[in-house]
């Protein structure tokens, strides 16, 4: 399954107080590999923005004025995570808006278009209770390099997330093989050199040794 990584800036905290999206992007990863597919917009909110809000992503009304509306990028959003995992630090905060803003164009929400929503945020307080589990923290445990980070940017946590996730997955992830006529052909090739091996039993005098030898290494 697709892995897509993604992240927002915003207009303020809480979308049912009437703040809007200003930025959007998501990053996939296939096989534990990001690839060159990305999703990146900056959208015109239609209001003010918020002080505290601007402090933490600098984006300002005048930059996003001639910006596209969320209902012109809806459906290459939609298009761009369907059937994914979506992958999201905090995802009810993201969510939040999100479905808030494909409500008011009556697009339904995020679970009508994906496979699954991931939370990392859930993931790390499983993983590290009790200690600071915010992207700087994560980046700093899993020795990611956020030293570009002076601001929050969807784009650039997004990334971000994707290689602190590998950290916080690494061993528990079952290699995917994916077979395919290259591979199969070279399957065939190897079990018709295992059929012309020779398999060689031990006599008994063999046998009697290796019998004797574990007898010695068991009163060691």
């Known amino acids: 399954m697709r892995k ?6 915003t207009t303020g905290l809480d979308p049912n107080q009437g703040h809007r999206i200003i930025e959007i992007a998501a990053v996939e990863m296939i096989n534990r ?20 809000a601007q402090e933490v992503h600098g984006l300002t009304l005048d930059f996003l004025s001639d910006k596209a509306l969320f209902q012109d990028i809806a459906q290459d959003f939609i298009d761009f995570i369907a059937d994914s995992e979506l992958i999201i630090h905090n995802a009810p905060f993201d969510l939040g808006f999100i479905n808030m803003e494909l409500g008011r164009i ?3 929400e995020v679970d009508d278009y994906v496979e699954k929503v991931t ?8 993983l590290r209770p009790g200690q600071r ?9 899993y020795g990611v390099d956020n030293s570009q ?7 650039l946590d997004s990334l971000l997330l994707s290689e602190v996730y590998i950290g916080m997955t690494r061993g528990q992830e079952a290699l995917e093989i994916n077979f395919t006529n ?11 050199i295992l059929n012309q091996l020779r398999v060689i039993e031990a006599s008994e005098k ?15």
Do not use: W
């Open 4 to 9: 897509i990584f993604l992240d927002t800036e």
């Open 149 to 155: 980070r002076n601001l929050h940017g969807a784009l």
């Open 182 to 192: 290259h591979n199969a052909q070279q399957i065939n090739i190897d079990q018709d």
């Open 206 to 220: 063999d046998l009697d040794l290796h019998l004797k030898y574990l007898e010695k290494i068991k009163i060691n």
């Open 33 to 52: 590999q990001l690839s060159n597919n990305q999703f990146h917009v900056y959208i015109n909110p239609e209001r003010e923005i918020d002080e505290a």
């Open 133 to 141: 589990n915010n992207l700087d923290a994560l980046c700093r445990h």
């Open 119 to 126: 939370d990392t945020l859930a993931m790390a307080r499983e």
């Open 106 to 108: 009556k697009k339904g």
